[in-house]
């Protein structure tokens, strides 16, 4: 089956840079079963000043910097797992960059060193910037991109 090129639609699996926090070509997993976005941290701690202190991804992921971010603006919410149970999780907005287009999404901050991607993308997310999920794509967006910058050469 082929596909037109349309950066509006995205694969099961991708990559995405997240310019804020100065992270690129991050695997990410397109969830439509889950409602918010995660993404992996290995610290995430909340400083007596009402700052979020955080660590993205882990010394086990070959994009971990172990660099400290701090959020002065976040949240705190119930978020239930796929398996049902309910946790408080802290929200922090950031950018997420897809193809060439850049948005604006939020995330909820948990440990997912058991998962294969450190990033999960939401249909909260999917359907506020109108992408339409093809199961059978995978890596669509980060390869466009590529095939972008060799047709500018």
């Given at each position: 089956?082929?596909?037109k ?13 997240f ?37 993205f ?18 949240a705190?919410?119930?978020v ?21 287009r ?6 909820s ?14 249909r ?6 109108h ?12 390869q ?10």
């Open positions: 089956m082929e596909t090129t349309n950066p509006n639609i995205i694969g099961r699996i991708d990559k995405a840079d310019p804020k926090i100065n992270l690129r070509r991050i695997r990410v997993k397109i969830d439509t079963g889950a409602f918010t976005s995660a993404f992996h941290c290995c610290k995430i701690e909340e400083t007596r000043e009402r700052k979020l202190r955080v660590i991804l882990d010394p086990d992921d070959p994009k971990y910097t172990g660099k400290i971010h701090l959020f002065k603006k976040y705190k919410k119930s239930k797992s796929s398996n049902g149970e309910s946790s408080d999780r802290f929200i922090i907005s950031t950018q997420i960059r897809f193809h060439r850049l948005y604006t999404a939020e995330f901050l948990t440990f997912r060193g058991d998962m294969r991607y450190p990033v999960l993308i939401g909260k997310f999917l359907a506020e910037n992408f339409v999920v093809n199961p059978q794509l995978r890596n669509y967006l980060h466009l991109r590529k095939t972008d910058k060799l047709s500018m050469d």
